[in-house]
């Protein structure tokens, strides 16, 4: 008995049980040193400090009177005053207005109509799949630009359509102060519509055949089965669209820049190329950070409510 037991102290030793000094590693240790722990860290510090402590920095910057360069004499909502009493800011918004609605509604409409028409098992549907697709690989920089010299009446459809005699037609819509902010409309909606088109038409391949087969069984017809069955069961497709195409509009500083830069005057500005002029060209340091506050609060308007209710639908699946 005495040999097994100084056999086991012997082991116990070795491994450092018995005398309670651990040779491994405690777990927090562990955890500290793991390889993703070291390799995520570096990028959470940096996106930490990019994102987070400059948006904190803005909305400090937004109370004090900065022109060129910041400085700390606080005048309250001065700012904010002064940026709704701006007529060009009141066009921006106005003009936001007008292009998220129209470039959603559109969006949807040809998304939908595109998935359905895909949906049908139609003939070579994976190379026009990767048609309609193809503009999202384009950066909207291309897109405005692309777009601006295809809109240019010197070079663009209004050249084409009058050498082949189609006099009558001008396309001047660029340097129309009514007609240049629906310009973006065309540019955004020809990017984003294949998109739309693969959310909806994975969510249509998700719907249950037999469902189908019972309304067709029914009698009910294509229109039919579409409007009062599958469609309804898109919703949560539909919600997740417009919130991406809502975001996607506020953020179409690119595409304003390099199909209208605003123009003419500033009858197709929007909020972000507002901003930008307004701390980078005139020097309103504030002024520029106070826009730049109402942008993240849209933003912010916009997603909060979506990651809720997808927090939801998660937290009802799971029960």
Request: net charge positive; no cysteine.
């Given at each position: 008995m005495e040999v097994d037991t100084s056999r086991r102290l012997n082991v116990s030793l070795k491994s450092?049980?018995?005398?309670?000094?651990?040779?491994?590693?405690?777990?927090?240790?562990?955890?500290?040193?793991?390889?993703?722990?070291?390799?995520?860290?570096?990028?959470?510090v940096v996106l930490t400090i990019?994102?987070?402590?400059?948006?904190?920095?803005?909305?400090?910057?937004?109370?004090?009177?900065?022109?060129?360069?910041?400085?700390?004499?606080?005048?309250?909502?001065?700012?904010?005053?002064?940026?709704?009493?701006?007529?060009?800011?009141?066009?921006?918004?106005?003009?936001?207005?007008?292009?998220?609605?129209?470039?959603?509604?559109?969006?949807?409409?040809?998304?939908?109509?595109?998935?359905?028409?895909?949906?049908?098992?139609?003939?070579?549907?994976?190379?026009?799949?990767?048609?309609?697709?193809?503009?999202?690989?384009?950066?909207?920089?291309?897109?405005?630009?692309?777009?601006?010299?295809?809109?240019?009446?010197?070079?663009?459809?209004?050249?084409?359509?009058?050498?082949?005699?189609?006099?009558?037609?001008?396309?001047?819509?660029?340097?129309?102060?009514?007609?240049?902010?629906?310009?973006?409309?065309?540019?955004?909606?020809?990017?984003?519509?294949?998109?739309?088109?693969?959310?909806?038409?994975?969510?249509?391949?998700?719907?249950d055949g037999e469902i189908v087969k019972a309304a067709q069984m029914e009698g009910a017809g294509v229109f039919r089965i579409y409007s009062t069955i599958i469609i309804p069961m898109l919703r949560s497709s539909v919600f997740s669209v417009i919130v991406i195409l809502i975001y996607q509009a506020v953020r179409s500083f690119d595409l304003v820049v390099a199909l209208t830069n605003g123009g003419p005057g500033f009858s197709s500005d929007l909020p972000t190329t507002f901003m930008y002029n307004l701390t980078f060209s005139r020097g309103q340091l504030a002024q520029g950070a106070a826009s730049s506050v109402m942008i993240l609060l849209v933003v912010v308007v916009i997603i909060v409510p979506y990651l809720f209710s997808e927090f939801k639908r998660e937290h009802h699946d799971s029960l």
């Open positions: 450092g049980d018995a005398s309670g000094r651990a040779t491994s590693r405690s777990p927090r240790r562990k955890q500290f040193f793991n390889p993703a722990v070291i390799t995520l860290t570096p990028s959470i990019a994102v987070y402590v400059f948006i904190g920095w803005s909305v400090l910057i937004s109370f004090t009177n900065s022109k060129f360069a910041p400085n700390y004499d606080f005048v309250g909502l001065a700012q904010y005053v002064r940026l709704w009493n701006s007529d060009r800011w009141n066009v921006a918004v106005v003009n936001l207005g007008l292009f998220s609605m129209a470039f959603m509604v559109i969006s949807l409409v040809i998304g939908l109509l595109l998935a359905i028409f895909l949906d049908q098992k139609v003939r070579a549907e994976g190379t026009l799949r990767m048609i309609y697709l193809y503009p999202m690989a384009v950066s909207l920089i291309v897109t405005g630009t692309a777009w601006k010299w295809i809109l240019n009446p010197g070079l663009g459809l209004e050249m084409l359509f009058h050498n082949i005699g189609w006099t009558s037609i001008h396309i001047n819509w660029l340097i129309d102060p009514q007609m240049a902010v629906y310009t973006l409309v065309i540019a955004a909606v020809w990017q984003t519509a294949g998109f739309v088109m693969a959310i909806f038409l994975a969510g249509l391949r998700g719907v």
